[in-house]
């Protein structure tokens, strides 16, 4: 008896259209981890440095013997310029310049300086792993010559002893030159200032859209669509009013949510960190184009929503529905947060790209970054997604569609324009 | 001028064909009833009319308003009541009654119109009550009122009267016949055949998507030699 209940659960539950978004969206992650990379295989790789020894004592050659062993190097010279020149072509993460005066600096139980300018490609945080690496090498440095210290009973000031180097720290990122910070700093400085939009623009995406495909779910389960299909109003205007409803639900529900989850942002910020010292701060124009680039893709977003949503037979189907919705919002944040969009593969660009919802997403690192053609590009390109997919949605609305779950039959583009007009 | 004319109406879900070329007009303010079985073709026919549906091939006009080309125009006149409508849940009847009436009209016609909407549908204290405690009879009260209290030029009522119990039923028989006093075209199907033949002024008898037989009541059972209209239209199927 059970078992005659689970097959009929089973055969009213596992149907092909819950199965499709499923496997397309596995097939996707998949492949974008794939795309993405190892973290494990990317941390085991020897970084690529290059080497300036201006000091050639003992305790620079006990740096450079170390770095020699855990690290490919590509320049050993004496010139920092053409050091740093070398590691851009070799896409190494920095070059390290020990100065002259650092044997005799530990001698004198001062601290020696290693000079590090990092060369730092994006910020995500896979993005750090390479430049974390590096900075594991100076970490490795630091011991060894402390073990020398110990060994040889060099000094006996236990500060020198534990910490017989110091860094001075230049990252070269994105044609900025930030003095004192090292690439993961950077990082962690962007991503504290850039992670909260990811997230609001998920949040809203999720929210609003799961209200427009619930709507059009509950229009066709409460059998109020057929009425409102025959009231004297433009279907556009349908399609459009039916996403501003759905976008001030949404924008009011990610509100109440983001009130908590800025509280528990908060926590992890630092609040010391003055991006202008930096060149990293934005201006007025930049927020503008912010909020630009969140209400198109909001509104683009929903566009599809509308359009996935006369699939909808019933509520329940709607449900599924948002399953996409919520795994292309989901792969946008992902990708965002551990890359950035110029460090990920050209497939992935493309797909990140495609994804309107990615845009405002990374918009707040490239403004900070100077980087408005991606800003006002995703901008233009979110803009004609939404017209385009408004334009599907009408077109629907003016089918059988909605109410046979069929197309009486396809209709050449010209037709199409003008039924578009019309509506 | 005609409220409605269909010529040569066919209407095709992929292969299957649910309407085979009808035709029939519908009078200014007449009751013009389609009548058949369950998969005959009427609800069909009353959605493409009502410009929710595509035309295979055929013409439709309403009050001279050919379809699709002039579905805009057309639903200024309209008022259609599907078989199983609802109203918003979440709405309160009153709510849903304003609702609707701003898409016709703006000051003193939407308070007019409401007003209509309030008498049509006689609720009383309950239409500031939500539709979701609404009894069936309730709900298809607030629909009918809903669909005539804009005044449309030809209200397409299908099955006005399905579900409901005699006392409902009869009242909404009688707010479909006070529209029509008022001038209103009315088409409307059923599958109750007695009904119509008590409602309708002409009836058009519908199987597989053709119009077998049309005319009054009287006319019908006498080309059928019937006592009324459900023994023609099984005389009329044979």
Known sequence: ?423 | MKAVEVRGLVKDYGNFRAINGISFEVNEGEIFGLIGPNGAGKTTALRTIATLLQITSGSIAVFGYELPKEAAEARKIISYLPEEAGAYKNLTGMEYLNFIAKFFGEGEKFQDIVQRGLEISNLGERINDKVDTYSKGMTRRLLVGRALMVNPRLAILDEPTSGLDVVNAQEVRRIINSAVEAGVAVLLSSHNMLEVELLCHRIALINDGKIIASGTAEELKMEYDAGNIEEAFVKAIK
């Open chain 1, 1 to 423: 008896m059970i078992g005659n209940i689970i097959r009929k659960e089973f055969k009213e539950l596992f149907v092909i259209s819950t199965l499709i978004p499923i496997v397309v969206i596995a097939i996707v992650y998949g492949s974008v981890g794939n795309m993405i990379g190892n973290i494990g295989e990317t941390m085991k790789e020897k970084p690529v440095i290059g080497i300036v020894d201006m000091d050639n004592g003992n305790f620079s050659d006990i740096a450079m013997s170390v770095l020699t062993e855990r690290a490919e190097l590509i320049y050993d010279g004496s010139d920092t310029e053409d050091g740093l020149e070398e590691v851009r072509k070799g896409n190494g993460v920095g070059l390290l310049v020990i100065p002259e005066d650092f044997s005799q600096n530990v001698y004198a139980n001062n601290p020696g300086e290693i000079e590090i300018y990092w060369i730092m490609r994006g910020a995500g945080i896979l993005d750090s792993i390479s430049s974390g690496v590096g900075e594991g090498l100076v970490q490795a440095v630091n011991q060894e010559i402390s073990k020398t210290l110990i060994q040889q009973d060099i000094s006996s000031d236990p500060t020198l002893v534990l910490n017989p180097t110091i860094r001075s720290d230049t990252t070269f990122f994105k044609g900025k030159e930030i003095e004192g910070l090292s690439p993961s700093q950077v990082s962690n400085m962007l991503s504290s200032q850039s992670i909260v939009i990811p997230i609001v623009v998920m949040m809203l995406i999720i929210m609003a859209g799961s209200s427009v495909i619930s709507s059009m779910g509950l229009e066709k389960e409460n059998k109020t669509l057929e009425t409102l299909l025959t009231l004297p109003v433009r279907r556009s205007h349908i399609v459009i009013g039916k996403m501003v409803g759905s976008a001030l639900v949404g924008m009011i529900m990610a509100a109440i949510y983001m009130i908590g989850f800025s509280r528990y942002m908060s926590s992890f910020q630092s609040s010391d960190i003055n991006l202008a010292n930096f060149g990293l701060a934005l201006s007025m124009q930049d927020y503008l184009l912010i909020g630009v680039s969140l209400f198109i893709a909001l509104l683009a977003g929903l566009s599809l929503c509308i359009v996935l949503g006369t699939f909808a037979k019933n509520y329940r189907s709607a449900q599924a529905l948002i399953f996409p919705i919520t795994a292309l919002a989901l792969i946008s944040v992902f990708i965002t947060m551990f890359k950035d969009f110029d460090t990920i593969p050209a497939v992935l660009q493309v797909l990140v790209f495609a994804i309107p919802f990615s845009h405002p997403m990374m918009a707040m690192r490239a403004l900070m970054l100077d980087n408005y053609s991606l800003v006002i590009g995703g901008i233009a390109y979110t803009a004609v997604f939404m017209v385009v997919m408004v334009w599907i949605a009408v077109r629907i609305f003016n089918s059988d569609r909605l109410l046979t779950g069929s197309v009486r039959r396809k209709i050449g583009l010209g037709r199409l324009a003008l039924g578009f007009r019309r509506s």
